[in-house]
């Protein structure tokens, strides 16, 4: 019914992978328990920074699953057919990612068992209450548009018609989510770092890098799996659009690099020199932080290149680059910086624990996994994933 | 008590029209003026009389069974002392004569409270008479309060805090792990008509406790006669929680 059925007959490495999987998880999960039991002490988080690792992942995944628009909105709007067989990979990355969300904001909550009393209590002066209420929803609609046209493919028939104008409104709704996303920490006062117009901009420039480079290398890695051609021309088109968004991205971040330096107001430009150089001795970020710098400057010479960006054994290498680099500056940096210094202007330290790390762990163990199933389950539908159109 | 069906109509009517309006105008929150809002003025000089004092703290916590964790980074304050570059942080008190004295720290209850706008379930909000209060059973601990609040004024409990209780007060709940706390300017006492503990507590009188919308009250006497800076004013918060210098 599901198709899910597909995804129960496999080989011996699928089951060895998924049973790699399992174990990750079981493991975050056994911590989980662990941090249930004693606390978020159990974790590097304190009193200064109250948020770490959970919430910037949150952050991190949120633009991984709003980038699926990146080839939604080309494929229905502009009849770009290339993307025919890509839209599903994306839409069911979108689902993976959001799921991870959820469980980073689970995690990250010291009363879990009281969560629907976001629900029982609405509050629409509270953005984590539009966030719950995006993500669900986008989560929602990405499920409903990916079976519907994973069955009709099943059954060589065209989608319902009610399926389109569904398609329609994810496309707005993906931009929404990562929107909101940056609106939780944009509007708060004493956290300079956030406290910035650019930054729902720079949500989505550094979304639609990181999450169409995951995308390229998920097609790559499912040629390589079911011994196909990799799709040339739409993976090229996806490049140009990551090329595209890592250009506006580090564009962003210089504006914020400007303003924040050369007005030379010491709460704007406190949180950037923790980052990159150390503030008051506190420089646990800065290597991490040049790490993301150099593979951001990395990637843009090997993508705005054309005769490195065409080339098949490079792209993959500079979507690694991308996707590492954007991982670093959202999914640690931008979070922990922002409450640095405090608001009494303390220095203060934060460093995840191996506990904090191993259920960060789990949690993309159930991204991959679910990944994996969705995608075990396109293989079993299409034996050519990428077969059709815009062949090699 | 006779009423005819339309008069009951009409009442009810009224009633809910009333609440309705009343539901609006909360919307607004500051922009309407409030009758009763508390407030504390706090005189710098008159606690440094005593520099090692902590009878206000003492009084609070024992009051409130505020646990005493060990670990600085897991710390719960509820009112605290600090160094007045950090109480007005973004200030320069460099050469005042301020500069070396210590300086009591408190929840601020704002009259635009950051920690109230954006918890996603109302386990905080404002009180009619002003007071920011908190529902510890409803709180879900995700710490949206805590990254708003620019003053610091809220605590998370990062572990479970039973054990960090000395002698607990009986009259006072305890918190459990994971839910937010923080100063709630004593509500349990100002229901009895008493002032905060903190206030009754301290040897120099150094703490005024009163409503700060009453031209006639002790505290507004007092700020119209000295000199005062409230924390981090330029942030639109509104704290009423005044410094005398």
């Known amino acids: ?392 | 008590m006779n009423l005819s069906r339309k008069a009951f109509l009409r009442v009810s009517c009224f009633s809910l029209l009333g609440a309705a309006m009343r539901k609006t105008a909360a919307a607004f929150g500051s922009t309407f003026s409030r009758k009763v809002q508390w407030g504390m003025a706090v005189d710098i000089r008159k606690c440094a009389r005593r520099p090692e004092c902590t009878a206000c703290i003492d009084v609070c916590d024992q009051a409130h069974n505020v646990p005493r964790v060990p670990d600085k980074r897991h710390e719960v304050r509820w009112i605290w002392k600090d160094t007045p570059e950090h109480a007005f942080e973004g200030e320069d008190f460099r050469y005042s004569s301020i500069a070396k004295l210590p300086v009591m720290l408190m929840c601020n209850h704002c009259d635009d409270p950051p920690c109230v706008r954006v918890c996603p379930t109302q386990a905080t909000w404002k009180r009619e008479d002003g007071i920011v209060a908190m529902d510890w059973h409803r709180c879900i601990g995700c710490r949206y309060c805590m990254a708003a609040c620019p003053y610091e004024s809220r605590s998370f409990n990062w572990v479970d805090p039973r054990p960090y209780i000395k002698t607990a007060n009986p009259e006072f709940p305890t918190r459990t792990k994971g839910v937010v706390e923080k100063c709630t300017f004593c509500v349990e006492r100002i229901s009895q008509g008493r002032e905060p503990a903190c206030v009754e507590a301290c040897p120099e009188k150094a703490l005024i406790f009163g409503n700060v919308m009453d031209a006639n009250s002790e505290i507004r006497r007092m700020l119209s006669s000295r000199d005062h800076v409230t924390r981090k004013p330029e942030l639109g918060t509104g704290p009423n929680v005044f410094y005398l210098l």
């Open chain 1, 1 to 392: 019914m599901f198709l899910v059925e597909k995804a129960l007959t496999g080989s011996k490495s699928y089951w060895r992978w998924m049973l790699i999987l399992a174990a990750v998880i079981a493991t975050g999960f056994v911590f989980y328990l662990r941090q249930l039991d004693y606390g978020l002490g159990i974790t590097g988080l304190n009193r200064d920074v109250t948020w770490g690792l959970y919430i910037a992942q949150f952050t991190f995944f949120v633009g991984v699953a709003a980038s699926a628009v990146m080839v939604v909105l080309p494929y229905y709007l502009h009849n770009f057919k290339v993307f025919a067989k890509i839209t599903i990979l994306g839409e069911f990355l979108a689902i993976a990612a959001v799921t991870m969300c959820m469980l980073f904001i689970f995690a990250d909550m010291g009363q879990p068992a009281r969560v629907l009393n976001v629900l029982l209590y609405p509050t629409l002066h509270s953005m984590m209450f539009w966030d719950m209420v995006s993500l669900a929803g986008y989560l929602l609609l990405n499920a409903v548009i990916a079976w519907a046209t994973l069955t009709a493919e099943r059954n060589g028939t065209a989608p319902a018609r009610w399926v389109k104008p569904v398609i329609l409104l994810s496309i707005p709704w993906a931009v929404s989510i990562h929107t909101v996303t940056a609106f939780l920490y944009a509007g708060l006062p004493g956290r300079p770092l956030w406290l910035t117009a650019v930054l729902a901009p720079r949500f989505l420039a550094s979304a639609f890098a990181s999450g169409p480079a995951l995308l390229i290398l998920l097609c790559l890695l499912i040629a390589r799996v079911t011994k196909t051609q990799a799709p040339r021309e739409s993976i090229q088109k996806i490049a140009v659009i990551v090329t595209y968004a890592m250009v506006a991205n580090v564009f962003l971040i210089l504006m914020e690099f400007f303003t924040a330096l050369y007005s030379g107001v010491p709460e704007h430009r406190e949180p950037f020199q923790y980052m990159f150089t150390g503030l008051e001795g506190h420089a646990r970020l800065t290597p991490w932080m040049w790490t993301s710098v150099i593979l951001a400057a990395i990637s843009l010479v090997l993508l705005i290149v054309p005769r490195y960006r065409t080339n098949p054994r490079l792209l993959p290498i500079a979507c690694g680059i991308v996707f590492v680099s954007l991982w670093i500056d959202k999914g640690i940096g931008l979070i922990v910086a922002g409450f640095v210094p405090s608001p009494l202007g303390v220095v203060p330290d934060y460093v995840p624990t191996l506990p904090e790390v191993l259920i960060v762990a789990g949690i993309w163990g159930v991204g991959m996994f679910i990944l994996t199933v969705f995608y075990k389950i396109v293989i079993a539908i299409r034996p050519e994933p990428f077969a059709g159109h815009a062949g090699a």
